[in-house]
């Protein structure tokens, strides 16, 4: 038997332009696809650095975990992409504003390139909340 799926789609964070879902939740999980610090409209990387890019990759998490009906508090698993991976402890600071103890499983690469130029890609898994992101 085939799970079912059913896709999440927030217009507060970037709308697909291809062929993938913002997210997809399935039984009790939730799993995102990978979020730059892209402005929901479209118009690409947000401007300012390292620290402004960030904040917008998971305001864009946010957005498609309240979509589904989660927060921070449903994360179990957190995966970082950086460029740079010298800015892990800038990345390390400002998570702590959005993950909530106990702290999700996290998994920091450092990557040769990002998508349009970012520094930074964030992607999670968060168990669903009883009848969450399933209408």
């Given at each position: 038997?085939?799970?079912?799926?059913f896709?999440?789609l927030?217009?507060r964070?970037?709308?697909?332009s291809?062929?993938y879902?913002?997210?997809?939740?399935?039984?009790n999980?939730?799993?995102?696809?990978?979020?730059?610090?892209?402005?929901?409209d479209?118009?690409?990387i947000?401007?300012?650095?390292?620290?402004?890019?960030?904040?917008q990759?998971?305001?864009n998490?946010?957005?498609?975990?309240?979509?589904?009906?989660?927060a921070w508090?449903?994360?179990?698993?957190?995966?970082?992409?950086?460029?740079?991976?010298?800015?892990?402890?800038?990345?390390?600071?400002?998570?702590?504003e959005?993950?909530?103890p106990?702290?999700?499983?996290?998994?920091?690469?450092?990557?040769?390139?990002?998508?349009?130029?970012?520094?930074v890609?964030?992607?999670?898994?968060?168990?669903?909340?009883?009848?969450?992101?399933?209408?």
């Amino acid at each position: 038997m085939t799970a079912k799926r059913f896709p999440v789609l927030s217009p507060r964070a970037p709308v697909p332009s291809s062929n993938y879902s913002q997210a997809i939740a399935t039984g009790n999980l939730l799993v995102t696809s990978g979020y730059l610090g892209t402005h929901p409209d479209g118009t690409g990387i947000v401007q300012g650095g390292f620290e402004p890019e960030l904040r917008q990759a998971l305001d864009n998490v946010t957005a498609v975990l309240e979509a589904a009906g989660c927060a921070w508090e449903h994360v179990v698993r957190i995966n970082v992409s950086l460029v740079d991976i010298a800015r892990f402890e800038d990345m390390d600071r400002v998570f702590s504003e959005y993950a909530v103890p106990p702290y999700p499983a996290r998994n920091t690469i450092g990557v040769k390139e990002l998508w349009g130029g970012g520094q930074v890609g964030i992607d999670v898994i968060a168990v669903l909340p009883d009848k969450a992101g399933r209408k």
